[in-house]
């Protein structure tokens, strides 16, 4: 079964960078579609990004286009979320889920991927950004 474990996430200041990582056991991470979500205070969840597992496109909600990479590392069985010119709404959770489901036909991160469609998650690490 496979278990996610987020780190990265802290306190900095606007303008500043982070990079999550998304560590996974149990199973090869090389083999999953990867989405990272995050939820603010009093808000609903909605994802930040998302890596197709099948043709290795990256896609990036509107909010973070431009300032993140989605990547992942085979050797290290990890997946990673570099944030760039961080900006205190990017403030909240993120969260690292996991799906084995895009193939030729099938993009689980088109149009947007929801948090439904993933069946693995870590418990998320916390960012903060203060203005």
């Known amino acids: 079964q496979l278990q996610l474990v987020e780190s990265g996430g802290g306190l900095v200041q606007s303008g500043e960078s982070l990079r999550l990582s998304c560590v996974a056991s149990?199973?090869?991470?090389?083999?999953?579609?990867i989405a990272w979500f995050r939820q603010a205070p009093g808000k609903e969840r909605e994802w930040v990004s998302c890596?197709?597992?099948?043709?290795?496109?990256?896609y990036y909600a509107s909010t973070v286009k431009g300032r993140s990479i989605v990547s992942r590392d085979a050797t290290k069985n990890a997946a990673f979320l570099q944030m760039i010119d961080l900006k205190p709404e990017d403030t909240g959770i993120y969260y690292c889920?996991?799906?084995?489901?895009?193939?030729?036909?099938?993009?689980?991160?088109?149009?947007?991927?929801?948090?439904?469609?993933?069946?693995?998650w870590g418990r998320g690490t916390q960012v903060s950004v203060s203005s």
């Open positions: 149990g199973a090869p991470l090389s083999t999953y579609d």
């Open positions: 889920a996991a799906v084995q489901s895009s193939s030729w036909f099938w993009d689980v991160c088109q149009p947007a991927p929801t948090g439904s469609d993933f069946t693995s």
């Open positions: 890596l197709n597992r099948y043709n290795g496109r990256e």
